[in-house]
């Protein structure tokens, strides 16, 4: 039976969107500002928007109704590495063995040389800017972080960064501005560890009673703020994030980026780290919604993204600016707390991939399928689009409207049109996705799945798409994907072989597989 959903105090919406005449007008010929939003572990079905509306994302449903809310969004990769990866590269994640989930110490991971989409921001003269979930690496392996980080994210192209390194769930848990801790303290060195505890500290293991929120697999090594994390680490007391202040403490430098480029073109780069665990909703949102701390956090991010709308129109600058949303992967639910997120979604029949297969870490199309939204305000006429677009296409279509070729050597491609809603059907025709080191391919509306050893279900209770067989959906037909043609579709599925060979080639069988959740 379906349940209602209670949020218990509506949220501000969008005003100034639905109505149009709020705010400065300043539509001027300098080149568009670009907000690339990526929520993490957020799916289709937290979107209001997207049809499962339980009211609480009236920011992104705001900016889904007056711009492009795309059905057919996908990223390269059903987590979050390897899919911000291929983000900013414009390459497939799976041709850089390193590009699996990064632990916090582990070094940068893309090459100083490789071209990036922030570079091509900043080589068209825009300043540019990143905030909130990084993972993609710091430093070159051995990350002293009492030190300056050396390569940092700004060596990527970004004039300014403000970021945590890896997860909320993984140390170090701090802040690193620029390449320096924020509130370093050199009397009180950091230290971290992934293999090894430290004399003296805490740990889940030896002492539970310390915290307030318990894991249910992994997350048992360091203890702050009483959430016990992935990885060991030592010292850096005034330094730790306080987690129920990570949503607004992002915000905040998004807010403070944004207006002091108000007068140039700019990029920002904007990772919220919601609903991604552990998560930890700031006072005024916890106990919003019926669905636990999962549901509230998704109310704060949504409110997050309400505010820096209203901060651009305050300061005349929402109709030169591009704000595109979307999530780093699939959604999950139990992802190594006992927060109830399950529990609680299975009692309000919640379904956060809304009636796809699979979600976070899976070959299935919940793994990659991600809500994607594109506001642009007098710029995108408001449309659904069924236009196939996959991240990886961004770097592309946002060099071709801001006037810059991208290497022929990436695999990104312009689709401009699509993007901008000038195109609502169409799009890419292939992609191999990536799920924890294994691909698969999708082909017009068929996805192929080859066979794979490993378990059906991980311990997230997620079918993640390993079978012995072939698989091959049609997902304009079943989207749920059901029904396996390949028995019946043979020519269909050796065709699929063929390119999936031809796309995959020297990486298909590389040996390269995450093993982080084995
Ligand atoms: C997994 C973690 C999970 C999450 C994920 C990364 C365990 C058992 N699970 O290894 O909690 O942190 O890594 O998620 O440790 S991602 O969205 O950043 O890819
Ligand atoms: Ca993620």
């Not at 700031?282 to 019926?290: P, S």
Request: one cysteine or more.
């Amino acid at each position: 039976m379906k349940t209602n959903f209670v949020i218990k105090a509506a949220p501000m919406t969008l005003a100034a969107l639905a109505c149009g005449c709020q705010g400065q007008k300043t539509e001027s010929a300098q080149k568009p500002n670009v907000i690339l939003i990526v929520a993490d572990d957020l799916g289709v079905g937290d979107v209001g928007a997207y049809g499962q509306d339980i009211g609480s994302t009236p920011n992104l449903d705001s900016l889904a109704a007056h711009g492009l809310l795309m059905r057919n969004g996908f990223a390269t990769s059903a987590t979050s590495t390897p899919s911000r990866y291929g983000i900013f590269t414009g390459l497939y994640p799976w041709t850089n063995p390193m590009a699996h989930i990064l632990a916090g110490n582990d070094p940068l991971i893309i090459a100083q040389d490789q071209p990036t989409m922030p570079k091509m921001f900043q080589q068209a003269g825009y300043a540019t800017g990143a905030v909130g979930k990084w993972h993609l690496g710091m430093g070159n392996g051995e990350v002293d972080w009492n030190k300056h980080i050396d390569p940092d994210a700004n060596t990527v192209g970004f004039d300014y960064t403000n970021l945590l390194p890896a997860t909320a769930d993984r140390v170090p848990t701090v802040y690193v501005e620029n390449g320096t801790v924020v509130n370093l303290d050199p009397d009180d060195p950091i230290y971290v560890d992934y293999k090894n505890p430290f004399e003296g500290e805490p740990t889940y293991k030896t002492n539970p009673e310390m915290c307030w929120l318990h894991p249910n697999h992994g997350h048992n090594m360091a203890i702050v703020n009483g959430v016990p994390r992935i990885g060991y680490m030592k010292g850096g007391k005034k330094a730790l994030w306080k987690d129920d202040e990570m949503a607004s403490y992002i915000l905040d430098k998004a807010e403070k980026f944004v207006a002091e480029n108000k007068d140039k073109p700019f990029f920002l780069y904007y990772g919220l780290h919601e609903p991604h665990v552990c998560r930890v909703p700031a006072k005024q949102f916890a106990g919003r919604t019926n669905l636990g701390s999962r549901g509230d956090v998704i109310v704060e991010a949504d409110w997050c993204v309400g505010q820096l709308v209203h901060h651009l129109d305050s300061l005349g600058l929402l109709e030169n600016t591009l704000i595109i949303f979307t999530s780093d992967n699939g959604a999950v639910l139990q992802d190594g707390y006992e927060d109830q997120a399950l529990e609680l979604a299975q009692e309000h029949n919640y379904d956060p991939s809304y009636g796809l297969r699979g979600g976070k870490y899976s070959l299935y199309n919940g793994g990659t399928h991600v809500p994607l939204i594109v506001y642009w305000k007098n710029h995108i006429a408001p449309a659904v689009s069924d236009a196939y677009f996959c991240q990886l296409d961004l770097f592309a279509s946002l060099g071709s409207l801001i006037g810059e070729n991208v290497p022929d050597s990436l695999e990104s491609q312009n689709l401009k049109d699509v993007l901008l809603g000038k195109r609502l059907i169409g799009g890419r025709e292939t992609q191999v996705m990536e799920a924890q080191g294994k691909l698969a391919m999708r082909w017009m509306n068929y996805e192929m799945i080859p066979p794979y050893a490993g378990r059906p279900e991980g311990v997230t209770h997620i079918e993640l798409g390993n079978s012995k067989e072939y698989a091959l959906y049609d997902m304009e037909a079943d989207p749920r994907e059901q029904h396996n043609l390949a028995a019946e579709q043979p020519d269909l599925l050796e065709k699929m072989k063929e390119m999936y060979a031809r796309l995959v080639g020297s990486y298909y069988n590389s040996g390269f597989e995450d093993t982080s959740l084995q």
